[in-house]
């Protein structure tokens, strides 16, 4: 089966777009999501879980809230790692305070928090653009997380100053605390992936996301064809922190079970993100993922390779990796400014005309 | 001449109905901290007609269009829509009141598809709201499907089919006015702004242009205020002109009447200056 649009024809503009237009994709994303959800489940061990694949379920999650903010809508935020910490937080007040309120609606509700902290924090790029607004959003940064560590009400007194989550089911099912299995943390970090994927990709295709890539484009131009640029920019700001709440709740709750803000959710954080969205691709929900992908599954593949197989000390491994990581960022944007997702989209225009490029 | 027509409107010679008073400048003033781009200006639009905008540059020509769009808030002066005193709004409330407009230096989003751009002249016919778009339900699916009907109108009467999906940035200068004029009728608007649509382009595409304007004032009744710098085409699509110099108006009425217009020959001989 060559990879074609050819004899696919459209019979409705519904189909036409449609989010996957090219059968081959359709195909090969059913297939993903068979994989996703029913082979990884048999084989994933805690090694894998941990190293690996929960914490790049999770970190894609904040890359495409953060890719909506700054790819869709043009708007420049460091506080991500704030943002995270807003979610963490919010989960475990909500857990402490609530025992018996499930752990998916915890969850839920910590995005819904972080959203209304976003749209506050916000507020400036109304009035200020670019660097300004990452100076603004680096502000919010700092405050957030002083107040996490220094406001003993958020972690409830504990005298380690450091939040914990203790154990909560799903159906049955320890997703959080120490019981955890690999497969249940798996799952629930997969199901709230994909949800937050579909989320945003229904939202960038109708006119919400219109209006922010318009926005983005031109803002004067837009404001004077209609765009609100209030609602634009603070409903991205919402959407936005909404899935990096999230993604800081899982982190905290499944991930790491323990945390405390300045070091789970400093500005390293911020920055790690933003290198995800920028090679992954700015506005392409397909980079999120691939941003995230690459930094990180290249690092433990790195260590793996040196460590493992080469057998380096672990200490020179960790500093070559870094050095290498960053090298490999810097080729990438000097050869695909655009990030993993453009080339990828022109290595697809190219094999939709292989073998006669003309 | 213009005592002449009636309040209720009149019939061209070419057999187009306008109609009343659309839209009313009543003595504009608008000022940048010294420089005065409009001084005292007053006209009307009235429905169903071509009203063109004259004048050397500088003349405060866009500057007009903007206070129309609600970008430039004059100092002086009010305008009356639909027979309103049009309090002093954002341009998106201007825009959601049936005004849409092209700019004198293309304004795409260039980021975005020909496609998505046109659609983007249509948000005001989409009323899902934000769960309903983030679930892709009811509403929003239904929404997008009808408007992208009518999208697909609007790019086969501009005859726009083959570049559909290309993103903006790779179109050559004509196309690009083109899809402007596009996303600005997506809006279905009442009254549609055109600031130099024809600028630097080809005798072949000035001639397109000129066709598209008449047809969707034809087909539509589209109320067009237009920007225009040549003069031939002004005297072919224009039912009335407005001729500005210095930010004041020298002229108002038909063609042949303002080409009559001593002040007006003067502005463009350039005899006052270059
Ligand atoms: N935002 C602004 N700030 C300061 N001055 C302005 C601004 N906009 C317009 N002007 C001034 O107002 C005057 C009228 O400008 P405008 O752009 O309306 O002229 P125009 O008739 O459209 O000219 P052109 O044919 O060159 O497009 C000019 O002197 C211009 O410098
Ligand atoms: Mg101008």
């Known amino acids: 089966m060559l990879y074609r649009e050819a004899g696919d024809f459209k019979t409705s503009y519904v189909a036409d777009s449609q989010t996957f237009p090219i059968k081959f994709d359709r195909f090969g994303y059913y297939a993903i999501l068979a994989i996703a959800f029913l ?28 890719n909506i903010l700054i790819g869709y809508c043009g708007q420049l935020s460091l506080g991500t790692g704030a943002f995270m910490a807003v979610g963490a937080y919010g989960s475990y007040k909500l857990m402490t305070a609530f025992p018996e309120l499930n752990i998916i609606f915890v969850i839920i509700a910590a995005g819904v928090i972080t959203a209304g902290v976003g749209v506050l924090f916000g507020l400036p790029s109304l009035r200020i653009k670019g660097f300004y607004l990452a100076v603004a959003t680096l ?39 120490p019981r955890a299995s690999a497969v249940s943390m798996y799952m629930i970090c997969l199901c709230f992936l994909v949800a937050s994927a579909w989320l945003a990709r229904n939202l960038t295709r109708g006119t919400l996301g219109r209006q922010w890539m318009a926005i983005r484009d031109m803002d004067i131009a837009a404001e004077i064809i209609g765009v609100n640029p209030l609602m634009a920019k603070l409903t991205a700001f919402a959407v936005s922190s909404f899935l990096i709440g999230i993604s800081g709740a899982l982190l905290f709750t499944v991930y790491l079970g323990a945390a405390e803000a300045g070091e789970a959710f400093g500005i390293d954080k911020s920055f790690l993100v933003l290198f995800m969205v920028i090679i992954g691709g700015l506005g392409s929900i397909f980079g999120a993922f691939a941003g995230a992908a690459f930094l990180i599954v290249g690092p433990v593949m790195l260590k793996l390779l040196l460590v493992n197989t080469l057998g380096w000390p672990t200490d020179l491994a960790a500093h070559l990796e870094i050095m290498i990581i960053g090298a490999l960022i810097l080729v990438f944007l000097i050869v695909e400014p655009h990030g993993i997702a453009a080339l990828w989209r022109t290595i697809k225009e190219k094999l939709r005309l292989w073998p006669f490029p003309y | 001449m213009l005592d002449t027509q009636s309040d209720e409107g009149y019939i061209t010679a070419d057999g187009r109905k306008i109609g009343g008073v659309a839209m009313e400048m009543r003595n504009i003033t608008l000022r940048f901290g010294g420089v005065v781009a409009i001084k005292d200006i007053s006209f009307d639009i009235r429905w169903g007609e071509i009203r063109a905008i004259i004048g050397p540059n500088g003349a405060g020509k866009s500057s007009m269009l903007n206070v129309i769009s609600g970008f430039y808030h004059p100092q002086e002066g009010e305008v009356i829509y639909k027979g309103y005193k049009r309090p002093k709004m954002k341009p998106y409330q201007v825009a959601r009141q049936g005004i849409a407009r092209t700019f004198q230096n293309i304004a795409l989003f260039e980021g975005m598809s020909v496609l998505d751009n046109i659609m983007t002249g249509r948000m005001h016919h989409m009323k899902a709201n934000m769960l309903q778009q983030a679930l892709w339900w009811g509403r929003a699916s239904r929404e997008e499907d009808e408007n992208r009907e009518q999208v697909e109108k609007i790019i ?67 109320t067009t205020v237009l920007i225009e710098h040549d003069m031939g085409v002004v005297m072919d699509l224009s039912d009335r002109v407005v001729v500005m110099d210095y930010g004041k108006k020298i002229g108002d009425g038909t063609p042949d009447e303002v080409r009559g217009n001593e002040d007006v020959i003067r502005a463009y001989l350039g005899v006052s200056h270059d």
């Open chain 1, 39 to 66: 082979g990884i489940p048999l084989v994933i061990n805690d090694y894998w879980a941990n190293s690996i694949v929960v914490p790049f379920l999770i970190y894609t999650i904040a890359a495409l809230g953060l």
């Open chain 1, 139 to 177: 502000a919010a940064q700092f405050f957030l997380i002083w107040l996490f560590t220094r406001q003993a009400w958020f972690y409830n007194y504990s005298p380690t100053g450091m939040i914990s989550a203790p154990t909560r089911e799903v159906f049955g099912f320890p997703v959080t605390g």
């Open chain 2, 156 to 222: 086969d009467f501009l005859e726009i089919q083959h570049i559909r999906k290309t993103p903006v940035a790779r179109l050559p200068y004509g196309l690009k006015k083109r899809v402007e004029l596009a996303r600005a009728l997506a809006a279905e608007p009442s009254i549609l702004l055109l600031d130099e649509p024809m600028a630097g382009m080809n005798v072949e595409e000035k001639e397109d242009m000129c066709r598209f304007i008449l047809d969707v004032n034809d087909e539509f009744g589209t």
